[in-house]
Structure formats: structure tokens, C-alpha cells
């Protein structure tokens, strides 16, 4: 099935702009790019213009999620599949084509309610990444920008949705037989480009994304600066079960996480296969995550109930 092949950029609603600019330059060492307007900024992390998009809305979560395919046929075929499943689908302005920086888009909502965009013609800048600490760089390119957990009232619902009708595989699944917590899902060799976990009442949509490094000392180097920042390090350093990323979490001024990695694992789906997990908690460190997963489990059983 043709689909969605990357993870192209996220829009996040934000009460403190400059809180976040000031995260995202000291510690995680992306290049800040002036928004359209004085209320918006972007974060660059490679040749795309941006991956992130801040938007001082006041909303503290996230807003929209943008996927990118490879060319107009597939953006279609999705947009096809999406109507012939009952979705809701509008095609993007060109204004908003613009202000994204791609050649064609279409928007819809998933079953969570959340604003998904799918494009293609990624933003590209000619003008070298510069970021703005001395990092190697980001593990992007055809793999996209990282990855994101969300929550989703109906599981059942939201992992059709993803993997019928914008193409995911699932890479694992997490929880109890029978009834799991949460299902991570890819669209390239990433091991998961998104991450559902159900869940009613979920203080907000979002969990956390990742960004994933080159290099482990630019892990290591950004969480000594975000202890001497004072940026809040929720979950330390340690290395997932499924994933086998190695990374720490850091809290942003809007209260969610920030996810900051390196060695992630990569899928080959000639010859991947699911496993299922018991939990989600770590092969050695992150010892602050047995409380995370205590939550995620929480709003999963809430969900089922």
C-alpha cells in the first residue's frame, strides 16, 4: 500500500515563546528560524526549512501533525482512501501550501480529534543547517524528524485508521495479551515514527516527540547543559526495551516532554517482526519511566473501560 513515508513537521501550540526558543537553542541545538509573524517560530534541524513550527497560541499541546508521501499521486491516493472510509478530507489552501513551505497538502482529523496534514514537496533550504551549539547534527533525512506518542480515546479505531488508511506497520506492541497499551508504529526503517497509546482524560493530546542525534556526546552534552540551565530532566538517561534508543527526557515550558536520543533501531520489513512487550520500561536507566508507564497504563485502562 502506498502511503505516508516520513514524519515531516509538527505545529505546537505555546504560552512562553521565548521559553521554548531559549530551550531549543541552549539545549537542544536546533536553529531558530523567524516565524511569519512576531507569534510564531520555526526550529530547523536539517535542509528542510523547518521541522517544527512554535505557535504562540496559549494552547500548550500539539496542534498539527504534518506526514509527507512522495509525490501528488500518492498524496491522492491517501485523500481517496481517507473519503472511501468516511474522513472528512480538505484540500489546503494555497496560502497554507505557502506558509508550510510544500507544493500540495490535504487536512483531516484522526479519531483523536487531532489536525493531521498530508503533503508532499518538503520545504528544502539551499542555505546550510547551522545549528546553534556545537552538535553533530540530527538523524533525519529519508527517516524524518523523529518520532511522537499521542494519546487516542479508542486504540482499536486509531490503529485502523493509521495503518488502513495512511499505510503504518506496526513495529511492536506493548502491554498485557489481549489488552495492549499502546502500539508503535512505522512508515520508514525507523523502528516507530508514531507511537498510540489509548487513554480517556489525557491531560493533553500529546506525550512527548524525539529527536534523535548523530552522535551519543551531543546527548550527553545536552543533558549537562539542561541540569546547568535548570531545564527540567524528567526522565534520565537510560536505553528502551524495543526501540534500544539511548536518551533522557527534558521537560518544555509547555509540560510536556522532549525526547533526546541517539542509536535508535532501524526496521527492515522484509524480515521484521512484532514483537509484544509487558511494559515499556527500559533495558538499563531511565529510572523515572516506571511512573510514566504507571500513568500510561492508567489512561489505557480507562480507555478499555
Not at 168 to 174: H, I, K, L
Not at 230 to 251: C, E, K, Q, T, W
Request: net charge negative; proline share 5%; charged share 20%.
Amino acid at each position: 500500500m502506498t502511503g505516508v513515508n516520513q514524519l515531516g513537521y509538527l505545529i505546537i501550540g505555546v504560552s512562553d515563546l521565548e521559553a521554548w526558543r531559549g530551550l531549543a537553542s541552549s539545549v537542544l541545538g536546533t536553529e531558530l528560524v523567524p516565524g511569519d509573524t512576531k507569534s510564531t517560530t520555526y526550529l530547523r534541524m536539517d535542509e528542510h526549512h523547518h521541522r517544527i513550527e512554535l505557535r504562540s497560541d496559549g494552547s500548550d499541546d500539539l496542534q498539527v501533525i504534518g506526514w509527507e508521501v512522495p509525490d501528488a499521486a500518492t498524496l491522492h491516493a491517501v485523500a481517496q482512501r481517507l473519503e472511501n472510509a468516511g474522513v472528512r478530507v480538505k484540500s489546503g489552501t494555497r496560502d497554507t501550501a505557502d506558509q508550510r513551505r510544500v507544493v500540495e497538502l490535504i487536512e483531516f482529523d484522526d479519531p483523536a480529534g487531532i489536525r493531521t496534514e498530508v503533503y508532499y514537496g518538503p520545504p528544502l533550504n539551499q542555505r546550510p543547517f547551522r545549528p546553534s551549539r556545537a552538535i553533530t547534527g540530527f538523524k533525519t533525512g529519508s527517516m524524518g524528524l523523529g518520532h511522537l506518542v499521542v494519546h487516542q480515546p479508542d486504540l482499536d479505531a486509531s490503529l485502523k485508521f493509521y495503518t488502513d488508511l495512511l499505510g503504518f506497520r506496526v513495529s511492536d506492541v506493548a502491554g498485557p495479551s489481549g489488552r495492549p497499551m499502546g502500539v508503535f508504529l512505522h512508515c520508514n526503517p525507523r523502528h516507530h515514527s508514531i507511537a498510540l497509546f489509548g487513554g480517556h482524560g489525557a491531560a493533553k493530546r500529546i506525550n512527548h516527540f524525539m529527536l534523535e542525534c548523530n552522535s551519543l556526546d551531543d546527548v550527553g552534552s545536552a543533558r549537562d547543559i539542561a541540569r546547568r540551565v535548570g531545564a527540567p530532566v524528567v526522565i534520565d538517561l537510560g536505553r528502551h526495551m524495543n526501540d534500544h534508543m539511548v536518551s533522557f527526557y527534558v521537560a518544555n515550558p509547555s509540560q510536556f516532554a522532549i525526547e533526546y536520543g541517539w542509536g535508535g533501531r532501524t526496521i527492515d520489513d522484509s524480515c521484521w517482526q512484532v514483537g509484544r512487550y509487558e511494559s515499556v520500561e527500559s533495558i538499563w536507566g531511565h529510572p523515572e519511566l516506571s511512573q510514566l508507564v504507571a500513568e500510561l497504563e492508567k489512561t489505557a485502562a480507562s480507555a478499555r473501560m
